[in-house]
């Protein structure tokens, strides 16, 4: 059981294109989902959390305009980088839980690279 | 001061080896912890939760100190594909997110 579907698992395209990435609950209802960067030897670092039907949550520096969130229902949420830049090149993980104490199933990440 | 710190490691093993991993915490008020174990380049995978009488899953045990605020995780018999980084987690009271430490590589030797 609790099962995170993500994809595309792997992103490589030009700068300036916009990439969005899903992420479901495949055997749960995800109320809460979190989206996570993580650069090489580094730890996950969290970019935001959102909440079924009302807007997401960004943490200190990570630009909203720059990465939309979307969560539109209790099983899918979807994180696009518009206008990606060579620096937004990264490994994105989304992770959701049921509740708030329970805890959180990560997806199996996606790998971006913008040239 | 960190809020969870862990020896980043690494820690090199030999096969059949006992190792053990502690994580300290600084918000006395947190009341869930877990471990995931990551791999190189993959998205980490709950090991277990941390519970306060402390618990156990097959080779691996997990126990919870709250006086002095650590996690801990043993490992008994390690096998090679034990090796991986160990990451603790400690889920921030009131807001629900989780609070990384900075793993702990394990390498487990042939």
């Known amino acids: 059981g609790a099962v995170v579907s993500q994809h595309p698992s792997w992103v490589i395209c030009k700068s300036g294109t916009s990439v969005k990435i899903e992420c479901r609950s495949l055997d749960f209802q995800a109320t809460t989902m979190f989206w996570y960067r993580q650069f090489p030897k580094q730890s996950l670092m969290l970019m935001a959390t959102?909440?079924?039907?009302?807007?997401?949550?960004?943490e200190q520096g990570v630009e909203k305009d720059k990465f939309l969130i979307n969560h539109a229902s209790l099983t899918l949420s979807t994180l696009t980088v518009t206008s990606a830049h060579p620096e937004d090149s990264s490994f994105y993980i989304c992770?959701?839980?049921?509740?708030?104490?329970?805890?959180?199933?990560f997806g199996d990440g996606t790998r971006l690279s913008i040239l | 001061r960190k809020e969870v710190e862990q020896d980043p490691g690494p820690f090199n093993v030999p096969e059949g080896a006992t190792v053990a991993f502690n994580c300290t915490y600084s918000?006395?008020?947190?009341?869930?912890f877990f471990w995931y174990r990551q791999d190189c380049r993959k998205e980490p995978k709950l090991l277990m939760s941390v519970y306060s009488s402390g618990n156990e899953d097959g080779r691996f045990t997990a126990q919870l100190n709250r006086a002095s605020q650590y996690i801990s995780l043993l490992i008994r018999d390690s096998k090679l594909s034990d090796s991986a980084t160990y990451l603790c987690?400690?889920?921030?009271?009131?807001?629900?997110?989780?609070?990384f430490g900075t793993g702990t590589r394990l390498k487990v030797l042939a």
């Open positions: 959102s909440n079924e039907g009302s807007k997401a949550t960004y």
């Open positions: 987690v400690v889920l921030s009271s009131g807001t629900y997110k989780y609070i």
């Open positions: 992770s959701a839980r049921d509740s708030g104490i329970q805890p959180q199933h």
């Open positions: 918000n006395s008020a947190s009341q869930s």
